[in-house]
């Protein structure tokens, strides 16, 4: 009973090890990230002494990667009013098509 116990336990150990970043580079990212999606330009993603708090950041690797991310997909996601007007405006237009061909065939 004991022994079946023991093996038990070491096995649950051995199944609950965790992978996780460390928590320097995940605050580090987050930051980067505030600051790349306040910055109005980002100068090819580089990021300058000029649009930032704390300025020891910008010789830290992760830190520059992770505004570098930021940046670039923070127009990479923007879409304006007329792109959607755009598309639910063509989906409308194709559905209409549709239903009239299926009007005009059912006719004959």
């Not at 090819?44 to 002494?49: L, N, S, V």
């Not at 950041?57 to 923007?78: G, M």
Request: charged residues 15%; contains cysteine; aromatic residues 12%.
């Amino acid at each position: 009973m004991l022994k079946t116990v023991y093996l038990s336990s070491f096995l649950l150990t051995l199944t609950l090890t965790t992978f996780c970043q460390d928590t320097y580079r995940d605050s580090i990212s987050k930051v980067a990230q505030v600051e790349a999606k306040a910055s109005s330009t980002s100068h090819y993603f580089k990021p300058t002494e000029v649009n930032h708090k704390n300025r020891s950041l910008l010789a830290d690797s992760v830190y520059v990667e992770a505004f570098r991310k930021a940046a670039f997909n923070k127009p990479k996601h923007h879409r304006t009013p007329w792109h959607y007007v755009l598309i639910g405006g063509s989906t409308l237009a194709i559905g209409y098509l549709g239903l009239a061909t299926y009007i005009i065939a059912s006719m004959h």
